[in-house]
């Protein structure tokens, strides 16, 4: 039975910090690619962020590039997004997602990735 425990959602204020963390049990993340996605309602789930199974490449949309950090511990079997400079347009559901393999193209799109978490919620305001 998969089980995944997110954390670190919230409300926060323009210019702040916050990090997601994303803990799956019965679910194997080491092995594969990993990523953040996030969706506002009524808009396409957009990619953030993304890290290869070995952690030695990663690669970040413009939107959060320089603001943005994903990092893994494969021991731990976790992901997390630390997320600086926070702006109202970073407002949104965030996903973490598990690959199809060990890798994904620099700038994935959605259809590589086929796990994924439930999401927690960031709002940032002015």
């Known amino acids: 039975q998969v089980q995944v425990v997110e954390s670190g959602g919230g409300l926060v204020q323009a210019g702040g910090s916050l990090r997601l963390s994303c803990a799956a049990s019965?679910?194997?993340?080491?092995?594969?690619?990993v990523g953040w996605f996030r969706q506002v309602p009524g808009k396409d789930r957009e990619w953030v962020a993304r890290m290869i199974w070995s952690g030695t490449a990663r690669s970040y949309s413009d939107s959060v590039k320089g603001r943005f950090t994903i990092s893994r511990d494969n021991a731990k079997n976790t992901v997390s997004l630390q997320m600086n400079s926070l702006t109202p347009e970073d407002t949104a559901v965030y996903y973490c997602t598990r690959g199809r393999g060990p890798y994904s193209s620099e700038y994935p799109e959605e259809d590589e990735f086929d796990w994924w978490g439930q999401g927690p919620d960031v709002a940032v305001s002015t």
């Open positions: 019965g679910l194997t993340l080491s092995s594969y690619v």
